[in-house]
């Protein structure tokens, strides 16, 4: 992956987190602009270029339906993983997996620390009870935050040559 590649990414990845965070929403023309550029840059300097990119586009657009209609996920994101997917192809996967580790990483470490915060006001309940109600605040997070994160794991371990489920 050329350091190029990597640059426009974090600079789509940037601009998308900072929208997210202000308004919660990721807006459909920034998204498709980016799916554009990512094809044509696929056409002109990727091995299979433009069925790379589609598939690209392809596989986060399938395999993440299920989570928008569960609620898991906004269609935002998926269409950002889109985005990523139109440069990357089919290694939009490794991405997608590690944004959702990241993501439950936050969600324990999260939910551990209302249980512990709850455990010292003395409230004498278990543990466990309090660890799910740590689980049921208010949940919603900035998911773009975490495939930004998950991008950047991805492009480290590229770049060092390891493969992208060795840990």
Same mark, same amino acid.
């Given at each position: 992956?050329?350091?190029?590649?990597?640059?426009?990414? +974090?600079?789509?990845?940037?601009?998308?987190?900072?929208?997210?965070?202000?308004?919660?929403?990721?807006?459909?023309?920034?998204?498709?602009?980016?799916?554009?550029?990512?094809?044509?840059?696929?056409?002109?300097?990727?091995?299979?270029?433009?069925?790379?990119?589609?598939?690209?586009?392809?596989?986060?657009?399938?395999?993440?339906?299920?989570?928008?209609?569960?609620?898991?996920?906004?269609?935002?994101?998926?269409?950002?993983?889109?985005?990523?997917?139109?440069?990357?192809?089919?290694?939009?996967?490794?991405?997608?997996?590690?944004?959702?580790?990241?993501?439950?990483?936050?969600?324990?470490?999260?939910?551990?620390?209302?249980? +512990?915060?709850?455990?010292?006001?003395?409230?004498?309940?278990?543990?466990?009870?309090?660890?799910?109600?740590?689980?049921?605040?208010?949940?919603? *997070?900035?998911?773009?935050?975490?495939?930004?994160?998950?991008? *950047?794991?991805?492009?480290?371990?590229?770049?060092?040559?390891?493969?992208?489920?060795?840990?």
């Amino acid at each position: 992956m050329s350091f190029i590649l990597i640059i426009n990414i +974090l600079l789509m990845l940037a601009i998308a987190i900072c929208l997210d965070l202000k308004s919660g929403k990721i807006p459909n023309t920034y998204n498709l602009c980016w799916m554009i550029y990512g094809m044509l840059y696929s056409l002109l300097f990727v091995v299979g270029g433009l069925l790379n990119s589609v598939l690209g586009i392809g596989i986060p657009f399938l395999g993440l339906m299920l989570l928008f209609k569960l609620g898991a996920i906004g269609a935002g994101d998926i269409k950002l993983f889109m985005a990523i997917g139109s440069f990357l192809g089919m290694q939009v996967i490794p991405v997608i997996v590690y944004s959702f580790l990241l993501c439950a990483l936050y969600g324990v470490l999260r939910g551990a620390t209302v249980a +512990l915060r709850r455990l010292r006001k003395g409230d004498g309940t278990n543990v466990l009870q309090h660890l799910v109600a740590g689980f049921r605040g208010n949940t919603r *997070v900035a998911f773009s935050v975490f495939i930004g994160l998950g991008f *950047v794991v991805y492009a480290i371990k590229t770049m060092w040559g390891g493969g992208w489920l060795e840990i």
